[in-house]
């Protein structure tokens, strides 16, 4: 169970922590312009080494509005002036409301700290909204309780002590909120699927890490929060077997991949990052319930890791149903992590 981090020093402690570990991965490249609506100004700039994602970090305490941790995040381009804002993970300070979009919250049992985001997306075009970005992503939403007993949801970025999985973690937001803007500029976004966005989530959590051991607990919640990127590694991965003539991949809340032909969908995978018995129980239901009444699809898969074997009646349950299983396994390298996938 995740609990909201409220007191000022620890968030701001927290916020040390996440600072340091994401500039082990990026160069400092100077004071670099940054604009936003009716101001900008100049900021020492980070770059991770990889990506040309940028990232700047400060506390600002306006004249008016809520004092905060300023996380912000972009795409550097050295041939501009003034860089954009992608999206910001900013933390509040004198306050705990939701009107700021990120937070820290800590596991109860291994004492391990996330960055959250609400999935509170700003940007101006139309289409860009909290309520549309939840719809079409595929990022997972999870229960963080605050001391006051209410309950509220966020996206897992990462943990702040871990540097790789918090670089790649952010890095994966950031990617899923330029591709949500740029399909509102173009006006490709569909968002008329009838989901309520407070519902429309499987919240995982609580079905796969109740009971668990401390140290397995740690481990399997990590892989929890690589789910953008396995979901993001499954799409490269199916496209690398090949697409026929009209077909193409999608995505969207409800399904984390399916391939689409002539408009109507033949393939849909679901990724678990467990296989312990409820979460099994879910996803078959999953794959069934999105597949019911769409004679097109001829598959079904279920993408599990492969440290999670299947107990004897699953597998049988599976076959009857016509259920194929794709494992995948995750590795660390010094600089990125890889997902690879089991043929």
């Known amino acids: 169970m995740l609990h909201l981090i409220t007191e000022d020093k620890q968030k701001q402690n927290c916020q040390k922590t996440l600072a340091k570990n994401l500039r082990k991965?990026?160069?400092?490249?100077?004071?670099?312009?940054?604009?936003y609506p009716g101001d900008n100004e100049f900021v020492t700039m980070?770059?991770?080494?990889?990506?040309?994602?940028?990232?700047v970090a400060k506390t600002i305490t306006p004249k008016k509005g809520t004092k905060k941790l300023w996380n912000a995040f972009g795409i550097f381009n050295k041939d501009i002036?003034?860089?954009?804002?992608?999206?910001?993970?900013?933390?509040?300070?004198?306050?705990?409301?939701?009107?700021?979009?990120?937070?820290?919250?800590?596991?109860?049992?291994?004492?391990?700290?996330?960055?959250?985001?609400?999935?509170?997306?700003g940007g101006g075009a139309k289409g860009v909204s909290k309520s549309n970005f939840l719809?079409?992503?595929?990022?997972?939403?999870?229960?963080?309780?605050d001391p006051n007993g209410k309950t509220r949801k966020g996206i897992?970025?990462?943990?702040?002590?871990?540097?790789?999985?918090?670089?790649?973690?952010?890095?994966?937001?950031?990617?899923?909120v330029i591709e949500f803007k740029k399909a509102a500029r173009e006006g490709s976004?569909?968002?008329?699927?009838?989901?309520?966005?407070?519902?429309?989530?499987?919240?995982?959590?609580?079905?796969?890490f109740s009971g668990l051991k401390?140290?397995?607990?740690?481990?399997?919640?990590?892989?929890?929060?690589?789910?953008?990127?396995?979901?993001?590694?499954?799409?490269?991965?199916?496209?690398?077997?090949?697409?026929?003539e009209g077909e193409h991949i999608s995505n969207d809340a409800k399904i984390d991949l399916k391939v689409i032909k002539n408009g109507k969908i033949t393939e849909i995978y679901e990724v678990k990052t467990s296989s312990v018995r409820q979460v099994l129980y879910t996803a078959i239901g999953q794959l069934m319930t999105h597949s019911c009444g769409k004679a097109a699809i001829n598959k079904r898969t279920l993408v599990i890791p492969k440290s999670s074997p299947l107990d004897s009646d699953f597998r049988l349950t599976l076959s009857e149903h016509n259920i194929k299983?794709?494992?995948f396994n995750l590795k660390r390298t010094k600089h990125k992590i890889n997902v690879d996938f089991l043929d």
């Open 25 to 35: 991965f990026m160069s400092n490249i100077g004071e670099r312009q940054i604009g």
């Open 46 to 55: 980070f770059k991770n080494n990889r990506t040309n994602l940028w990232f």
């Open 81 to 121: 002036r003034s860089h954009n804002i992608v999206v910001e993970a900013n933390i509040p300070l004198k306050t705990n409301a939701q009107n700021v979009a990120g937070f820290f919250a800590k596991e109860q049992i291994t004492g391990r700290i996330y960055l959250l985001h609400t999935g509170k997306i």
């Open 135 to 145: 719809r079409t992503t595929t990022l997972k939403l999870v229960d963080v309780h």
């Open 156 to 176: 897992v970025l990462g943990p702040i002590d871990d540097a790789l999985v918090i670089n790649e973690g952010v890095l994966n937001f950031a990617n899923h």
């Open 189 to 208: 976004l569909k968002t008329d699927d009838g989901l309520s966005t407070e519902n429309q989530f499987d919240d995982q959590y609580t079905a796969e």
């Open 214 to 244: 401390s140290g397995k607990r740690r481990e399997d919640f990590d892989y929890y929060t690589y789910h953008g990127i396995i979901v993001d590694n499954l799409v490269r991965y199916r496209k690398g077997q090949g697409l026929y």
């Open 325 to 327: 299983v794709q494992y």
